[in-house]
């Protein structure tokens, strides 16, 4: 059985897709078709679905990629221990990372690493589904370290390292009932309809767990994936929101008021698997994040 021809699978699964498949891996269609097709003649089984739209796994396939990515990562230690050796870092490193956000300075850390080793290649992706999607990632092992929030404990198989903590405030249009209050509770807020992310997302999840504890119900009403772009919605009148001070842009003419007796503080930790150890070139990117933190602002979109 070929390293490659797990890769190729490995890819195939990941992307759903063999056209997405080939280009990610820079060959042409053909041949991962090929790969594939030696891969699952060697098993003697249909490893994918193929229809016209999409590419699915079978019961064997969705059997054998988690001891195909087993296998890629040992083969991957095996080139780390070497590469160490010999003075310089080679490979794949993919990272997952919450959209928009300048909590830490991406690029600045990214091309720091580039420079410090310009062999590792660097895959940069973002999930739809926040960072509940990054956790998914490592946990199947398509990502290798990901920024994240995740509030509370870590999930089964992920180890998460806070790097910072941001408290999120109550956000109202100017003229709004609530801005003649000093503070707010979270019974003060039963009947306002909201802007928030989608479920999956960190301040989502820190927001819906201060109003469970509280025994309150709240409405959504509306749910967007950029944080100064809900702040606007709110400026018209479409809900309130609970967002970083910093995340409110002052020409808005909108008016913060913090909320009692809760935890509403947003996390944002670097995120990697808890059952595989992370490569050589993860370790490296893991050592320079803590000098690339913003810690009093620049977030334009909490995840």
Not at 260 to 273: E, F, H, I, K, R
């Amino acid at each position: 059985m070929e390293l490659r021809h797990l890769e190729y699978f490995v890819t195939v699964a990941d992307e759903r897709s063999f056209t997405r498949a080939a280009a990610r891996l820079h060959v042409v269609q053909s041949g991962v078709s090929a790969a594939i097709k030696a891969l699952e003649h060697e098993l003697d089984a249909a490893l994918l679905e193929r229809t016209s739209k999409r590419v699915t796994l079978t019961d064997a396939g969705a059997a054998l990629l988690p001891k195909a990515r087993a296998a890629l990562d040992a083969a991957r230690a095996a080139r780390d221990a070497v590469d160490e050796v010999r003075g310089g870092l080679r490979g794949t490193l993919r990272i997952g990372t919450l959209t928009s956000i300048g909590l830490v300075d991406q690029p600045a850390l990214l091309g720091r690493f580039h420079r410090a080793h310009p062999d590792v290649i660097l895959q940069l992706t973002v999930s739809t589904r926040g960072s509940e999607g990054l956790v998914d990632a490592l946990t199947d092992g398509s990502l290798d370290v990901a920024l994240v929030s995740v509030p509370g404990r870590a999930p089964t198989g992920v180890h998460v390292r806070q790097l910072l903590w941001h408290p999120l405030e109550l956000v109202v249009p100017a003229g709004h009932r609530l801005t003649r209050l000093p503070v707010v509770r979270v019974e003060d807020l039963a009947d306002e309809r909201f802007v928030d992310f989608p479920i999956g997302y960190g301040n989502r999840t820190v927001v819906d767990r201060a109003f469970a504890a509280a025994g309150v119900d709240r409405q959504v009403s509306l749910e967007v994936i950029d944080i100064t772009t809900g702040a606007a919605f709110v400026r018209h009148g479409l809900g309130v929101a609970i967002l970083p001070r910093f995340a409110v842009p002052e020409d808005l003419d909108l008016v913060l008021v913090p909320v009692a007796d809760v935890d509403l503080n947003w996390p944002l930790g670097v995120a990697t698997s808890a059952v595989r150890a992370p490569s050589a070139a993860a370790r490296a990117l893991l050592g320079m994040i803590d000098d690339h933190l913003r810690p009093s602002g620049g977030l334009r979109d909490a995840e």
